[in-house]
């Protein structure tokens, strides 16, 4: 699959990294400025904007180059309101409405709250609104948490069936190496694949970084994602004069090419679903109904482990502990384990009530091929 025309592009993701606010309120009026340019012609924009804690922490005194957890949630709390008020005064006068959406990880990683969060993005966006998606960072833990807004935008981007995210940030695209440390590094504009090559160049995240997060390598992580759904991804400088229709021209920023064989949304939501926490293990016949194209029923499973709750994602392993696939179950762990080994007819006697047949159903199931 190679990347798509620009203009043909129909939904669009754009990223803003935190180091972007640093310039200031013009920075944003040139995205916004692209973006209703961009809306004009029908295109579906959401944001996924970084910079919260980065707003906060000089509101709140917070000078010192490192901040403990707590004062990054801190300043999360003070940095987002005013976040949202910028990106308001930069669509405003477009009369477009910015729209806040704040996410944790268990919105994306729990189906029914995934399928509720596009239903209201897409609401958002019919009615001309801006959604503004960033994470929940005054009350996320290190659990619920995405940890960097690189990979929030390839699940916004999967979320609503984007067709290009764009990362922007401070610099114009991804390098051969760090060009802060190797001068000499050279801009890759053409990414058709991301093999270990690619992934090699972008050396480590930046844990301790004041503002920014994740470097390059959540970028390519990103556009792994991403692409996995069909949708390219570009990585490019949000300083430029025009940082998003300036992407019309091939020779800005870095293009990574979307999957050959993109997945259906909901395969590529469950393949790109956060480690599942959760575990069902199945007999040898389980294996091969499964394999074969079936649901996964109660009687197949030997052994539940790990903590879920119903409607998230479990690894499913076979006799030997290999990965059959993995899928979103029906009952929660707890439910599982009572049911586990039982016939159909029984489910209702061991738990008080029936849901579903199957603890995993075919439609919501990707088998390791597919899933890895
Ligand atoms: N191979 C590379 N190519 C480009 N930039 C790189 C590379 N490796 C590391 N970087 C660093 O990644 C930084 C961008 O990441 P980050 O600061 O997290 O941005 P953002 O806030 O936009 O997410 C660049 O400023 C650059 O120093
Ligand atoms: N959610 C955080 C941003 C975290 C993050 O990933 O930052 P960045 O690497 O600049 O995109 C905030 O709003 O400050």
Redesign the pocket.
Known sequence: MTRPAFDAVGTLVVKV????LQGGPAVLTAIADDIAQLHARGCRVVIVS?GAVALGRSRLGLTQPVLSLEQKQAAAAAGQPRLLAAWDAALEPHGLTAAQALMTLDVTENRRSWLNARATLNTLVELNAVPVVNENDTIATDEIRYG???RLAARVAQLIGADLLV?????D????????KHPG?VCLHDIPVIDDRIRA???E??AR?A??????R??ILAAELAGRSGCATAIAL?TAPHPLVSLRDAAHGSWFHPARTASSARESWIAGAESPTGEIHVDAGAAAALRAGKSLLPVGVTSVSGRFERGETVRILGPEGLLVGRGVCAYSAADARLIAGCRTEEIETRLGYRRAAALVHVDDLVLEREAS
């Not at 990294?17 to 972007?20: A, E, F, P, R």
């Not at 695209?173 to 802060?180: E, Q, S, V």
């Not at 503002?211 to 390059?216: C, P, S």
């Open positions: 990294g935190s180091s972007l970084s960097d807004n690189d990362l922007l940030s401070d610099i695209g991804l390098y051969d190496a760090d060009p802060r590094a160049m972008a050396g995240a930046n970084a503002v920014g997060t994740g470097g390059m959540t970028k949000g």
